[in-house]
């Protein structure tokens, strides 16, 4: 029956729906994301039947704009919505149209049960991520070389490298950098490492981890800092607010590693000088892991209004973006690379994918960890937990204080999503 279905869905594609609607749909980007997304439009509504007016902005102001729509109920049909803003916009996942309803349109086996879970909220399948990214280890082959060493593979590694660089290549090296939102995350990881739990606990919307948890891996970071593994808090602060890939430190190698995002790689390798290679290596593990711990979220998703007057033939065209062919070869990797299978497997079989970039994705597939809950990217937990952790670098806290404060301050900026 399932097949069957499926099957009549292709058709539509081929012959157009039965009923021809007009439609909306919003979303941001830069110019060449606006271009292939409004091609891409043409072609799914030619196939369709569908007219679909398009929507389309940078990503400043976004979010201001789709706030003031929703609240009006004059958002578009179809809406590209940024994951942490799930639990803004649906707090019991029935803010959006659940697309399990529309199975029948949609080919969800295309999409991992992973990455369908990003886009849940409360049983509800509130919207489809474009595309997946994670948090990798970054190392310069290069300079790793020339102090002799392979590329780290454990945190036992790190830390042994750091008097060998400093030995062999100067005191101004260091293996990893990590500082403000990656000091952040690499304390996040190695807790949830430790526990084998997300910060936030999707049952109860608290803090998952016990101060004293939390502390041993705010004491994990001051470990790597006092090692000389990475740089101090004061000294990244002191080189103004750089971005790390527009440093000389960076394009050097004097700075041999960092943790970022997959779907990143591209901005951090090409600045490099000449003759200095970027790897991307799978997380690396504290002893007594419960978990890898993968940092894993969409980067967006496409979502259907609960008010859409036409939820069905949104969904066609979703499915129709996501699954057709002509669609895919004409959005490529405008969203990331994508997490649909049949859109990666076709831009990969065309050779239209970076390798290195998809060996860093495919680290992130082959990875295991928690879900990943939207509101760790919530404003206020982010600014609690990083401005606690600097106090810490400046040594204005022990990381038990830091730990109570951070737990304490997160709890109470999510209370109202309980």
């Not at 069957?4 to 749909?25: C, D, F, I, K, Q």
């Not at 803090?207 to 705010?218: C, F, K, N, S």
């Not at 003759?275 to 967006?300: F, N």
């Not at 969203?335 to 299978?341: E, H, L, V």
Request: aromatic share 8%.
């Amino acid at each position: 029956m399932k097949k069957a279905l499926y099957l009549s869905v292709a058709m539509a594609l081929v012959t157009g729906s039965a009923h021809a609607e007009n439609l909306r749909m919003s979303w941001w980007g830069g110019d060449a994301r606006h271009a292939q997304t409004q091609e891409a439009l043409e072609v799914c509504g030619e196939k369709l039947g569908h007219t679909i007016q398009p929507e389309f902005t940078g990503w400043s102001g976004h979010q201001e704009r789709i706030t003031t729509q929703i609240a009006g109920r004059t958002e578009a049909d179809i809406m590209q919505i940024n994951w942490p803003w799930l639990p803004l916009f649906s707090r019991d996942g029935t803010g959006f149209v659940d697309l399990q309803d529309y199975d029948h349109i949609i080919d969800l086996s295309q999409w991992s049960d992973e990455a369908l879970a990003g886009g849940m909220v409360n049983g509800h399948l509130n919207g489809l991520p474009t595309s997946d990214t994670g948090r990798v280890f970054m190392f310069n082959k290069t300079t790793f070389e020339e102090a002799g060493l392979e590329v780290p593979r454990t945190w036992a590694d790190v830390l042994a490298a750091a008097p060998v660089f400093k030995e062999k290549l100067g005191d101004n090296y260091y293996p990893l950098e990590a500082a403000t939102l990656n000091a952040l995350l690499i304390v996040s990881l190695v807790v949830t490492q430790a526990t084998g739990k997300d910060l936030i606990d999707p049952e109860t919307t608290r803090v998952a981890w016990t101060e004293e948890e939390l502390a041993d891996g705010i004491q994990f970071y001051l470990d790597l800092v006092e090692a000389g593994a990475i740089r101090s808090w004061r000294d990244v602060a002191g080189e103004g607010n750089v971005e790390l890939f527009e440093t000389r430190s960076w394009a050097e190698g004097r700075l041999a590693g960092s943790y970022e995002w997959d779907s990143t790689y591209a901005k951090y390798a090409d600045p490099l000088d000449d003759g200095q290679v970027l790897v991307p290596v799978p997380l690396l593990q504290i002893d007594g892991a419960q978990t890898e711990g993968l940092y894993r979220k969409p980067s967006m998703l496409f979502a259907i209004s609960r008010n859409s007057q036409h939820p069905e033939a949104a969904a066609e065209v979703i499915n129709c973006l996501f699954n057709d062919p002509e669609a895919i070869d004409i959005l490529r990797d405008s969203r990331g690379i994508p997490a649909n299978r049949a859109a990666f497997e076709r831009l990969e079989a065309e050779g239209a994918l970076d390798e290195t970039i998809v060996a860093a994705h495919q680290i992130i597939e082959d990875g295991e960890g928690p879900v990943v809950h939207p509101l760790n990217e919530h404003p206020r937990v982010r600014a609690v937990f990083e401005d606690n952790l600097e106090m810490v670098a400046y040594g204005q806290l022990t990381p038990e204080e830091a730990a109570q404060e951070i737990i304490s301050g997160i709890d109470s900026a999510i209370r109202s999503f309980r």
